[in-house]
């Protein structure tokens, strides 16, 4: 069965500071995608970063940065240098060959000043 | 450029009413998703339109649910006699196509309350 694990229903990280949240799937196939969104209060899923399974090096997008053990079955997001504007519901999705995008339940992340 | 819009934004429902959820995609992308998310978890996929074709309709929880894309552009998800397990945020997203790592762009979402 696919399923995404994410461990950490909340977690808390001082301004200017790095934070990973943590991410485990799982899938027999072979080719996949995984993804992190993040979802202000407002509601809005927004965008991140995206793995391909057959991608050799980390994605990385600005201050996120996507640490991708294949072999762990783990991708998990790394935020750089914590902004306020961070402190948001964050979600881990993978995709295979189907229509389906698969979502963990998610981490909240709150920034403090 | 505009984004994904739904409408309406929150609806109440009374148990045994019927809602329609609308979703407008980008413009030009050809594929579009329904998810639900139920407070506090991540979204589930309910279904899947390439253009005006309904591909994949696994995720819909009951045959009173029911979505359709009839120009493939526009996309309405019908909720027939709601019940109170209907209560969730409805997320429309679309894509350009329909690659494994092509990029999803979501709505705000309809917040659905059935009391």
């Known amino acids: 069965a696919q399923k995404i694990t994410q461990t950490q229903p909340g977690m808390f990280v001082q301004e200017k500071e790095a934070v990973t949240l943590d991410c485990t799937y799982d899938t027999s196939d072979q080719s996949y995608g995984l993804f992190w969104y993040k979802q202000p209060s407002s509601g809005e899923m927004i965008f991140l970063i995206y793995?391909?399974?057959?991608?050799?090096q980390n994605a990385t997008e600005g201050r996120y940065s996507l640490n991708f053990q294949k072999a762990r079955k783990s991708a998990n997001l790394v935020i750089s240098a914590s902004q306020l504007g961070d402190s948001a519901m964050y979600f881990c999705?993978?995709?295979?060959?189907?229509?389906?995008?698969?979502f963990g339940a998610g981490t909240r992340l709150f920034v403090k000043a | 450029g505009a984004g994904v819009s739904q409408s309406p934004r929150y609806k109440v429902a009374k148990r045994g009413q019927d809602v329609a959820l609308r979703c407008d995609p980008i413009?030009?992308?050809?594929?579009l998703f329904w998810y639900q998310q139920a407070l506090g978890q991540g979204p589930e996929f309910l279904t899947y339109f390439q253009n005006e074709a309904q591909l994949d309709k696994s995720g819909l929880p009951s045959d009173r649910f029911f979505a359709e894309r009839p120009e493939g552009s526009v996309s309405t998800l019908k909720i027939q006699r709601t019940q109170q397990e209907d209560s969730a945020v409805y997320l429309c997203a679309s894509s350009l196509y329909q690659r494994e790592q092509e990029t999803q762009y979501f709505g705000p979402g309809t917040r659905l309350l059935v009391l």
């Open positions: 413009s030009g992308h050809v594929s």
């Open positions: 999705a993978m995709k295979t060959g189907g229509f389906k995008t698969i």
């Open positions: 793995q391909g399974s057959y991608d050799e």
